[in-house]
């Protein structure tokens, strides 16, 4: 609660407790909690550091616009590969690679593909995904059971990959006798939050 002063007249006594409220009202105007926010204020360049979370209903930049902003996973596709890998891929092979956008604080994203498994001479093949940011392992695609090409996908979060490379890499299980299987439409799938249109995050297809 903002500090209330008192009305002084002409030959008030000075006591005990009109001083006790001046020392009071000392101690209030040392804590942002007893400050009154009743106008803008202008921080002349100076830096606000060690911020935990901001909420406000809009933001506006003026000036240097790199502002970070979270990302969720989604459907919306920003970034997609063309690369197919298909046949009895016997080693780990580079599906895609993307390089992430680095102006994002944090969250998650979508990573998608066509998957495909093959029924041959009563055998099913076994296809094989590994996620790497930055040549770490973070998971694999989760694919949709069946035949032929099939959706897969892995909602990843963090994992320092912003401003790092993720990639996608493929193999056929070499266990089954049949080992045809493939991987196609490699895709970077997030919805970002509301963004300076200079500043939007934009995810490289680098493979």
Known sequence: MAYSPTTWNTNDVITKDKLNKIEQGV???TRLSGTDID???NWNGKNITNVGVIRTSDVTCVGNTNILFLSTPSNTVQASSTNVLEGNISEWQTAAKFLMPSNVLRGGIRISAQVKQTYI???YSSPQT???VDGVN???LVPVSGIDWKGASKDIYDD???GSIVEIKFM???DPSNKECGIRNCSIRATFSRLP???TPVTQTLV
């Open 197 to 199: 249109t200079s500043e």
């Open 138 to 140: 973070v998971g694999e």
């Open 39 to 41: 106008a803008d204020k």
């Open 172 to 174: 056929s299980g070499q």
């Open 27 to 29: 101690k209030t105007a």
């Open 130 to 132: 590994r996620i790497f």
């Open 160 to 162: 320092g990959m912003w």
């Open 121 to 123: 001479s009563g055998s």
